[in-house]
């Protein structure tokens, strides 16, 4: 099974999640919209908040989209 390009890994104790794409951290997000942010700095442009909750591009780890608190 293929690793999706980008992870959303587990909420810190500060509220943010850090986010890889193509196996490189690109930041921390606190909402899926810094998420949809990082998405178009990398090419997306037309990204927005119901892509990132729906894409099948994203792997949620330690909760899904609704889940920002540790």
């Known amino acids: 099974m ?3 390009p ?3 890994y ?3 104790d500060d509220g943010g999640r850090r986010v890889s ?3 490189t951290i690109v930041g921390r997000a606190y909402s899926v919209l810094d998420v949809a942010r990082y998405l178009q700095e990398a090419g997306l442009q037309e990204a ?7 894409s099948l591009l994203i792997e949620w780890r330690g909760g899904g989209p609704d889940e920002w608190q540790h």
Do not use: K, S, T
């Not at 927005?48 to 729906?54: A, G, L, Q, S, T």
């Open 21 to 23: 794409i193509d196996d």
């Open 10 to 12: 587990p909420p810190d």
């Open 6 to 8: 980008v992870v959303i």
């Open 48 to 54: 927005d908040e119901m892509d990132v909750v729906r």
């Open 2 to 4: 293929a690793v999706p």
